[in-house]
C-alpha cells in the first residue's frame, strides 16, 4: 500500500486549511457566463525611452514567510518530476552593472551564444527588447549573474524575438508594467519568438496600484517555454499567462501556426479577486491564471502542455486555467484553495489527467469543468470542491451545449472519464451542467470513485445520465445519489462506501477496510487504456476503479507544494497574500466540540443532517448558541462565512458591534456571508445561533403538487366539471419534482373557472403572510389565473391576485426548473385565524372554434404560505466550515 501511514479521516480537517470566509455582496454569485469576445487586442507599442537604473543595495531572494500550514520541504526531490526538470547554467559572457547598460547591451540583433549578465543588486525601471537568431547549442540569453540576486521595480517591460531566446534569473518586484503586457515574445516590429525560454524568472506583486488590463506573460510563436518560474500577487485583470492563438483577419484557425507551448514546474500563487473582494463575484472574469488561446480561434490546435505546476489562492474567478484551444495537456498540476476548476472552455481533444485539485475549505471551490469533444480526462484526484450554488462548478462537470461554435459552449460528446476520484465534495458530478439546450452525449463514464458525496452526488440528474454512452465500474457514495426522484440507480455504477482514510498529505486512499475495488473491463472507443495511475505508477493487469491503484511502490508523481517547483537556484521571496486566512479553530468540527463553547448546541454526527466530513454543529432554541473567539488585527476588512441549514444567524461580534447574515433554509445548507471592518478591536466572537426572528411556514398539506390528483387530492379540494375547466395533473414541475396542477378547458362551451384550494388552520392573527406560488402556461393563449385566500372557509375574499405569466417573465420573477416563475401576495390575517387558499384559473380567451383545447393550459406549483416571527422553541440551526479572511475593501 502507498503511503502506508494513515492517519484517522478526521485529520484531514488539519491538513487542509482552517478557518476563513470572505466577503461577497453576491454570496452566492451565479455562474459566470463569458461575455461575447475578449479583450485580447494587440499590445500597446513598443517600451519607449532608456529609464536609468542603478544598483541599490543588496538583493532580495529569501523568503519573506511561508503559507500556514506548508511543510518546509519538497514533497519530491528537485530535480524529479519528469524529464525535463532541470535549468541552464548560467555563464555569462558580459556583465553589466546597471540596467541602463544592459538596455545599451542589448537589440534583436545579438549573437548566437552570448549571455548578457546583470550583476548582483537591486534596481529600478528595465525595458528591453532584444532577441536575434539563436540555436539550441547557442542561445541568445539576458539573464541574472546569480539567479535570484537581482530585483526589479519601477517600471518594467521586455519583449523578445527571434529564434532560441532565452530571459533567466531575474526576480520583478513590486513594480509596473511599462506597456499593456509585461513580458511578450514579440518584438522588432510584432516578430514572434519561437524555440525561446523564460526561465527561474519570478513576477512578485507588480502592478498593485493600477487599474488597468494586461498580461504577466504573454506568450506569442511556437515551441517557447515558460518554466521554473514564480508568479505571485497579480491583482489586475487579465490572465496572468497567456498562450496567444492571435489570428489575423481572413484567415481560419485550423490554418494557423500551432503554438507547441510548455509550461512547467512554475508556482502561480495569491491571484485574488479584483478591487479587494474576498470573493470573485459572478461578472468577474479575464482573471484566469493560465489561459491557452482565446474564443475565436478555439477550433485550431495549440498542442500546448500545461504541467508540474503549483497554484494556490487562485481565486479571480472560475477558472483557474482555461483552455480554449486543441489538443493541449493540462497534467500533473496540483491546485489548491483556490476559486473554480481547470476548465475545457473552448477546444477539443485536452488531455486532463493526474491532476490533484484540493478545495481546503475554500467556499466556491471546484474541480474539473469539461466542454466540447474528445477530451480525456483520467487519474484526477479532486477534494472538497465547495461550490455550492451553480450548475456550472463541481467536482466533475459535463456541461450542456448552446449550440454555439464560437464564444458559447460547444457540445460535449465523445470525452472519455475514467479512474477519477472525487472525495468530500458538493456537486461531485454533474451530467447537464449550465441546464442547456443540448446535453452531453457519447461519455464513457469508466471506473471513476466518488467517496462522501455531499448532497446529491448525481447532479442535474432530470434529464438522466448522458445519451449513447458507456458507463461501467464505477464506485459512488454520499448523502443521496442523484438531485432527481426519477434517477435512483444506473447500471455501471454501484452505490457503495469505499471506506477511504487520509495519507499523510490528507489524500484519500484506500484502506484494508475497503471493499473490493477492481475495475471493470469496458469499452472505451478510441480513447487509449489508463496505464498509469495517480502517483505515475504503472497499474496491475487487474487495476482498481479511481485514480489510485494501491499496488504499493513510491509515487514518481503526486501532490506538489511550493517546494516542488519554482526556481531551482533560489527561493523567492514569498507574497503576503491578499486575502489572508484566521485561524478558526476546529473550523469544521472534525474534532468535535474542540475550540468550541457550546450551549444548548451538540456536535451533530448523523448523516442526514451534517454538512460534510461526518459532522457538524447543532444549536437549538433560543439560548443556543456555538461560538469562538478569534483574533483580528486593528482597522481591518474581514469577512466571515459558513454553510448553515434551519432558521440560522451567522454572526460576529466586533468590540459590542454584532454584525450578522439570517438566512432561513429549512432542507439544504446554503453559505452566508458577514462582512466588517475591526475598527480598534483586536479580537471577535463569531458565532452561529438560531435566528431570533425568522421566516416560519405554514403547514400545506402537499404543498408541491406532486403525483396530483393522487394523494394530493387528501389536502386539495378540487372545483371542476363539464362546463366548468378541468383541474388535472402535469408531469412539469418547478422544483425538478414529479408534477403540478394543470388548469384547461375541453372546449369552447365551458367559460368556468376551475380551482384548486386548501383551508389552513392556527395562523396567527393580526400578522402579515406571504402566499407564494409558481406558475407557467405552455401554449399561446391569454389565460391567467388568480391566487388568493378567502375569509375562514368561506368564498370570501380576503386578498387576491391576477397572476399573468408574460409579466412575471417581464419582471425576471424566480425561476423554478421547467421556465415556471414564481408570484408572491402578502396580505393581513386580521381577525382571522382560518383561511382557504386557493388558485383560480381565468379563461380569458375562448377557443372560438372547438379544437384545440391546449391552448388553455396554464399550471401552479410549489404553493407556500409564509410570515415573520420569533421561532419555535424547538427551533435548530446548523453551521458547518466556518472560514474567516482578511481583506483590502468591503466596496462592492
Not at 548566437?112 to 529600478?124: K, S, V, W
Request: proline content about 4%.
Amino acid at each position: 500500500m502507498k503511503f502506508k501511514s494513515l492517519v484517522a479521516l478526521f485529520l484531514l480537517g488539519l491538513l487542509t486549511a482552517c478557518g476563513g470566509g470572505s466577503s461577497n455582496p453576491d454570496p452566492d454569485p451565479d455562474p459566470i457566463e463569458e461575455p461575447e469576445g475578449e479583450p485580447e487586442g494587440e499590445p500597446e507599442g513598443e517600451p519607449e525611452g532608456e529609464p536609468e537604473g542603478e544598483p541599490e543595495g543588496e538583493p532580495e531572494g529569501e523568503p519573506e514567510g511561508e503559507p500556514e500550514g506548508e511543510p518546509q520541504e519538497s514533497n519530491f526531490p528537485r530535480g524529479s518530476l519528469g524529464d525535463n526538470d532541470t535549468v541552464p547554467d548560467v555563464v555569462c559572457t558580459q556583465t553589466v552593472n546597471s540596467t541602463s547598460e544592459l538596455e545599451d547591451a542589448v537589440s534583436y540583433e545579438m549573437t548566437p551564444g552570448t549571455t548578457l549578465c546583470l550583476a548582483d543588486g537591486n534596481y529600478t525601471n528595465l525595458e528591453i527588447q532584444f532577441g536575434g537568431i539563436g540555436t539550441e547549442a547557442n542561445p541568445i540569453t539576458v539573464a541574472a549573474a546569480n539567479p535570484g540576486m537581482v530585483t526589479i521595480g519601477g517600471e518594467v517591460g521586455i519583449r523578445m524575438s527571434g529564434e532560441y531566446v532565452v530571459l533567466q534569473g531575474l526576480i520583478f518586484k513590486d513594480g509596473e508594467s511599462a506597456s499593456s503586457d509585461l513580458i511578450q515574445t514579440r518584438g522588432n516590429s510584432n516578430a514572434p519568438c519561437n524555440n525561446c525560454r523564460i526561465t527561474e524568472i519570478a513576477i512578485i506583486d507588480f502592478d498593485q496600484n493600477s487599474d488597468s488590463s494586461g498580461k504577466w506573460v504573454h506568450i506569442y510563436g511556437a515551441h517557447n517555454r515558460v518554466d521554473h518560474s514564480w508568479f505571485s500577487g497579480k491583482t489586475t485583470r487579465g490572465a496572468l499567462l497567456v498562450v496567444d492563438r492571435y489570428i489575423e483577419d481572413g484567415v481560419d484557425p485550423l490554418d494557423a501556426e500551432i503554438d507547441y507551448a510548455q509550461i512547467d514546474h512554475n508556482y502561480f500563487g495569491d491571484r485574488p479577486p479584483v478591487d479587494g473582494k474576498a470573493y470573485a463575484s459572478s461578472g468577474d472574469n479575464e482573471y484566469e491564471g493560465i489561459r491557452i488561446g482565446t474564443s475565436d480561434s478555439h477550433t485550431g490546435d495549440s498542442f500546448s502542455v500545461i504541467e508540474h505546476n503549483y497554484f494556490e489562492r487562485i481565486q479571480g474567478e472560475a477558472e483557474v486555467i482555461s483552455n480554449k484551444s486543441g489538443n493541449n495537456r493540462i497534467e500533473h498540476n496540483t491546485v489548491r484553495n483556490s476559486y473554480g476548476s481547470i476548465t475545457t472552455r473552448h477546444g477539443s481533444s485536452a488531455t486532463i489527467t493526474n491532476n490533484f485539485i484540493i478545495g481546503d475549505g475554500h467556499p466556491y471551490a471546484g474541480g474539473l469543468r469539461i466542454i466540447d469533444d474528445g477530451h480525456t480526462v483520467t487519474n484526477n484526484y479532486i477534494q472538497g470542491a465547495r461550490y455550492l450554488a451553480t450548475t456550472h462548478h463541481g467536482g466533475i462537470v459535463l456541461m450542456g451545449s448552446d449550440g454555439s461554435t464560437t464564444n458559447g459552449y460547444q457540445q460535449l460528446t465523445n470525452v472519455l472519464v475514467a479512474h477519477n476520484t472525487v472525495v468530500d465534495s458538493v456537486n461531485s458530478l454533474n451530467v447537464d451542467g449550465g441546464q442547456k439546450s443540448t446535453n452531453p452525449n457519447n461519455v464513457y463514464l469508466v471506473n471513476n470513485i466518488i467517496a462522501n458525496g455531499i448532497g446529491p452526488v448525481i447532479t442535474e440528474a432530470a434529464d438522466g445520465m448522458p445519451g449513447s454512452s458507456v458507463i461501467a465500474g464505477n464506485i459512488f457514495y454520499g448523502q443521496s445519489f442523484s438531485d432527481s426522484s426519477s434517477l435512483t440507480s444506473v447500471d455501471g455504477i454501484t452505490w457503495l462506501d469505499v471506506a477511504f482514510a487520509a495519507d499523510m498529505q490528507g489524500v484519500m486512499r484506500a484502506t484494508g477496510s475497503s471493499p473490493d475495488l477492481t475495475a471493470a473491463a469496458a469499452d472505451t472507443g478510441d480513447f487509449a487504456a489508463v496505464t498509469l495511475d495517480m502517483d505515475g505508477l504503472a497499474r496491475a493487469a487487474t487495476t482498481q476503479a479511481g485514480a489510485d491503484d494501491d499496488i504499493g511502490g513510491n509515487p514518481v508523481r503526486g501532490i506538489l507544494n511550493s517546494y516542488d517547483v519554482g526556481p531551482i537556484s533560489y527561493r523567492p521571496p514569498m507574497t503576503t497574500p491578499h486575502v489572508a486566512e484566521v485561524d478558526v479553530a476546529n473550523y469544521a468540527f472534525d474534532e468535535g466540540a474542540a475550540g468550541w463553547t457550546l450551549v444548548d448546541a451538540v456536535v451533530n454526527t448523523n448523516a442526514a443532517e451534517v454538512f460534510a466530513r461526518g459532522a457538524s454543529v447543532e444549536v437549538t432554541g433560543a439560548n443556543g448558541r456555538a461560538s469562538q473567539v478569534v483574533s483580528l488585527t486593528a482597522n481591518t476588512n474581514y469577512t466571515l462565512t459558513a454553510f448553515v441549514k434551519g432558521t440560522a444567524t451567522l454572526a460576529a461580534d466586533v468590540g459590542g458591534t454584532v454584525y450578522r447574515s439570517d438566512v432561513n433554509s429549512s432542507l439544504e445548507y446554503k453559505l452566508a456571508t458577514v462582512s466588517f471592518n475591526s475598527g480598534d478591536a483586536t479580537s471577535a466572537t463569531i458565532y452561529g445561533e438560531v435566528d431570533d426572528f425568522v421566516l416560519n411556514y405554514a403547514p400545506i398539506g402537499e404543498a408541491s403538487l406532486d403525483g396530483f390528483p393522487g394523494a394530493d387530492t387528501t389536502f386539495w379540494s378540487v372545483y371542476e366539471g363539464a362546463g366548468i375547466g378541468q383541474v388535472q395533473g402535469s408531469d412539469n414541475s418547478a422544483a425538478g419534482a414529479d408534477g403540478s396542477v394543470k388548469f384547461k378547458l375541453e372546449d369552447a362551451t365551458e367559460v368556468g373557472t376551475p380551482r384548486i384550494s386548501q383551508v389552513l388552520t392556527g395562523l396567527e392573527l393580526n400578522t402579515d403572510y406571504t402566499l407564494s406560488m409558481y406558475a407557467l402556461y405552455k401554449k399561446s393563449a391569454d389565460v391567467t389565473v388568480t391566487m388568493g385566500a378567502f375569509v375562514g372557509e368561506t368564498d370570501t375574499v380576503l386578498a387576491s391576485k391576477v397572476v399573468d405569466f408574460e409579466d412575471l417573465v417581464a419582471a425576471n420573477a424566480p425561476k423554478g426548473d421547467d421556465s415556471f416563475r414564481q408570484d408572491t401576495l402578502t396580505f393581513n390575517t386580521g381577525s382571522n385565524s382560518t383561511i382557504t387558499i386557493f388558485a383560480e384559473y381565468n379563461a380569458n380567451t375562448i377557443i372560438a372554434d372547438g379544437g384545440d383545447a391546449g391552448d388553455t393550459e396554464f399550471r401552479v406549483d410549489e404553493f407556500a404560505l409564509t410570515y415573520e416571527g420569533a421561532p419555535a422553541a424547538d427551533a435548530k440551526a446548523y453551521f458547518d466550515e466556518f472560514r474567516l479572511v482578511s481583506h483590502a475593501s468591503l466596496a462592492d
